[in-house]
């Protein structure tokens, strides 16, 4: 593997545009009824977290109460993109003092991630703010934006080098992403390209989302192109939708960051053993197991059967569950006339891909709703 310095010359230039909404303090009412509403990202700011965007530097954290000497399992490559399908990075278990002396030192080799689990990591997930008390002292999460207590699932800490990618995932639960210190950017991947994102599980296969292989997943830039993007800074809260798949890159230097996993289902939606947020809802489980079933039924005919039956099972899958007319409300927004842009209200104005996925999601809920009368 090259040097770090040589890995990190390699890398694409990076935009610094964005085209995520931003909302200033949003009442929480209004928060429920607009934006999660619409299960549309937005990076909420001005929200009276605390203090901690302003003292969470890596040597703020290593002089708290109990934190330096906490063990904790870290993700360790020196490769700067982490990829969990091909898992080139190992697990070390390190005092936390030590992982932030790491991240803070420019010359070490490695890149280095924390995504912090529970205490007892087979039975429960991480709950940061219990099992480091001394946070609590400068952090205040906005638990006013996930309704009630009984939502919220987890609270993670994440401490990242710079320059670190975190592969593309989804997880299954909403999210508040609560930037610390440092920058990053994020990519969040619409709900309607997942089939573009050549998923393992949760995780993309697809390692560089900035040079992707286009003859491995041609698909991956119909994603790619639809893709938000946000750069975060100290203090800003991003809400990401369950089924938003996205790609973290640390910018400049080290980032810390800890973000709080809710439920946007009804508590029995979801399994019980769960310990990430990632696990996909009951009724998704189980349909997904169905089609594996019926994967292996076709693959016993001939190909030109497989193809016919493929088509056919795509297009009902399509029609009944209401993806043929969110299409078509993107294909109609896509078009850009005066009629397709004053599909954009007031609550769901938008800039570009922000316009058009707000204004489809908009029209799919509006022909769900038709559809359920
Ligand atoms: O900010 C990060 O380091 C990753 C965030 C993330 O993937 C998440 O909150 O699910």
């Not at 303090?25 to 203090?51: C, E, H, W, Y």
């Not at 909403?174 to 990053?184: A, P, R, S, T, V």
């Not at 800039?351 to 799919?364: D, E, F, K, P, R």
Request: aromatic share 8%; with cysteine; glycine share 6%.
């Amino acid at each position: 593997m090259a040097p770090k310095s040589a890995v990190l010359a390699r890398q694409p230039a990076r935009t610094s545009g964005t085209n995520v909404r931003r909302v200033h303090r949003p009442l929480p009412a209004d928060f429920k009824n607009t934006i999660a509403a619409q299960r549309v990202p937005a990076v909420i700011s001005g929200l009276d977290i605390g203090q901690a965007p302003w003292t969470w530097t890596p040597s703020y954290l290593a002089s708290l109460d109990g934190v330096p000497e906490k063990l904790v399992s870290v993700h360790v490559s020196r490769d700067p993109k982490l990829d969990f399908v091909r898992k080139n990075f190992k697990y070390v278990v390190m005092p936390f003092g030590e992982l932030l002396a790491k991240v803070n030192d420019a010359s070490d080799d490695n890149f280095y991630y924390l995504r912090s689990i529970g205490e007892n990591p087979r039975k429960e997930p991480a709950h940061a703010l219990l099992q480091f008390p001394s946070f609590a002292r400068d952090l205040k999460l906005p638990s006013e934006f996930w309704g009630s207590e009984d939502n919220y699932f987890s609270a993670v800490v994440r401490v990242s080098s710079g320059d670190l990618q975190l592969w593309t995932h989804y997880d299954a639960m909403d999210n508040m992403l609560i930037q610390l210190h440092g920058e990053k950017r994020v990519l969040l991947f619409p709900p309607s390209v997942s089939g573009d994102l050549y998923l393992e599980g949760s995780s993309s296969v697809v390692r560089d989302v900035d040079d992707h292989d286009r003859e491995s997943f041609p698909r991956f830039a119909r994603a790619r192109k639809a893709a938000l993007e946000v750069i975060l800074q100290p203090g800003d809260v991003l809400y990401i939708p369950a089924l938003w798949a996205h790609h973290v890159t640390a910018l400049h230097g080290p980032s810390i960051a800890l973000n709080v996993f809710f439920r946007h289902l009804p508590t029995s939606g979801y399994p019980s053993k769960d310990l990430y947020g990632n696990a996909d809802p009951i009724a998704a489980a189980s349909a997904l197991k169905s089609i594996n079933s019926a994967i292996e039924s076709l693959k016993e005919l001939p190909l030109d059967y497989r193809v016919f039956y493929a088509g056919v099972a795509a297009a009902r899958l399509e029609s009944e569950l209401g993806v043929e007319s969110a299409r078509r409300a993107l294909a109609t927004v896509n078009d850009d006339t005066p009629k397709s842009r004053g599909m954009n209200s007031r609550a769901t104005k938008g800039t570009g891909v922000v316009g058009t996925v707000l204004s489809a999601l908009a029209c799919l809920l509006i022909t769900r709703r038709a559809s359920r009368k």
